[in-house]
């Protein structure tokens, strides 16, 4: 499931260099579409890994918690010694430089151990890794920006219908202008950046991995086709990834909707969905791929498919919208454009195959959202008119 075994790029990514043509090759028509002529053979080393997978998030959640544990302790020696005028866990909640101090070192020591580690089981840089391809940028040109335009329109429109609590806890950060222009700079910079890098640049890349090696291993056969190289399954693959994909998101509802104390029939359908989705992967994990096509095209880059990209989009979508949930007061307007601002960023991410294009979105939207509010109150002066 995790892809760990790796081999040279090269015969994956170009079947016309395999020196003996009894070998699997993929033939691409004129249409776009493409073929594959026979079984990969068992003797032959699995293809390429398609990186980051679901172990490479794992052990990133591992130094994420190495970062909180150092978060704990600089917390417990700033509040022995009164920094910032503080000396309880309460006073934390409403100072900004808490606030941002705890984010600062969660993201930096998180890079600080992905950063040298990651390389060495990717073979390959870090940033080329979670495909951050700035090149990527310069040829996008005002499209990015605009993305991030219509974001701020869709945030205009769902704040007209759905509007937030009028008093977000992440409005008591800006009561100060001090804290305000720290949480513009911060929101411009550091946040999208890391967050970029956990939800795209990590989760929604092995999430979308682990939906087509589902689909890969439930069905065993595979397409190349489109004028990217997508891989298609045929449709009982394609249902059978997505229905396990569903699994966790219809227990994770049910836990938060019944706010733990979930009835005793809803329960057993949660025991039937995780029994279900554990089989199927317990399955799938014994199956040895067959009639695979090369998983890496010529750039490097995995062949996901399209169900496999839309499907992954939405847990990621949930997640970056839940962990956004309390500084908005847990109000639908705010969640719902969270949402849909995610699966923007989820779609500029994996259409351009750059972790900097989406991340540039990113900044730009927060951007222009903050810019509004420096204008709507006056340079930070007039919080009133919040």
């Not at 956990?198 to 929604?204: A, I, M, S, V």
């Amino acid at each position: 499931m995790n892809d760990l075994e790796s081999m040279p790029h090269e015969p994956e990514n170009n079947p016309s260099s395999f020196p003996d043509q009894n070998l699997p090759q993929v033939v691409h028509t004129t249409n776009g579409a493409a073929e594959l002529l026979q079984s990969w053979p068992q003797s032959m080393a699995v293809p390429p890994a398609r990186i980051p997978h679901l172990g490479h998030l794992c052990l990133l959640g591992a130094f994420l918690f190495i970062g909180f544990v150092c978060v704990a302790v600089l917390t417990l020696i700033a509040l022995h010694f009164h920094l910032d005028g503080v000396s309880t866990q309460d006073q934390i909640k409403n100072n900004v430089h808490y606030l941002l101090g705890t984010d600062a070192v969660l993201y930096l020591v998180t890079l600080a151990l992905s950063y040298p580690i990651f390389p060495l089981l990717w073979k390959k840089s870090f940033f080329s890794g979670i495909q951050w391809r700035a090149a990527t940028v310069p040829k996008l040109g005002w499209r990015l920006p605009a993305i991030a335009l219509g974001c701020f329109v869709l945030a205009v429109i769902d704040e007209k219908f759905l509007p937030g609590p009028e008093h977000a806890p992440i409005e008591e950060f800006f009561r100060a202008p001090g804290a305000a222009w720290l949480m513009f700079a911060f929101g411009v910079t550091f946040a999208p950046f890391f967050e970029e890098m956990g939800f795209r640049g990590f989760l929604l890349p092995a999430l979308t991995t682990a939906f087509d090696w589902i689909a890969e291993k439930t069905n065993g056969s595979c397409v190349i086709a489109g004028e990217k190289s997508r891989s298609q399954w045929p449709q009982r693959g394609v249902t059978l990834a997505t229905s396990v994909f569903a699994c966790p998101i219809v227990i994770i509802f049910t836990f938060v909707h019944y706010g733990g104390r979930i009835p005793l029939g809803i329960a057993f359908l949660d025991f039937l969905f995780a029994a279900f989705m554990l089989s199927v992967v317990l399955y799938a994990a014994f199956v040895p791929s067959a009639n695979l096509a090369p998983r890496i095209d010529s750039d490097g880059h995995p062949r996901w498919s399209i169900p496999a990209m839309v499907i992954a989009s939405i847990p990621t979508s949930l997640l970056f919208a839940v962990v956004h949930a309390e500084q908005q007061g847990h109000s639908l307007g705010p969640f719902l454009q969270v949402i849909t601002v995610s699966l923007i960023l989820c779609a500029v991410r994996l259409v351009t195959r750059s972790l900097a294009a989406s991340t540039v979105v990113h900044a730009c939207y927060n951007f222009l959202l903050f810019f509004t509010m420096l204008v709507g109150t006056g340079g930070f002066r007039h919080f009133e008119n919040m």
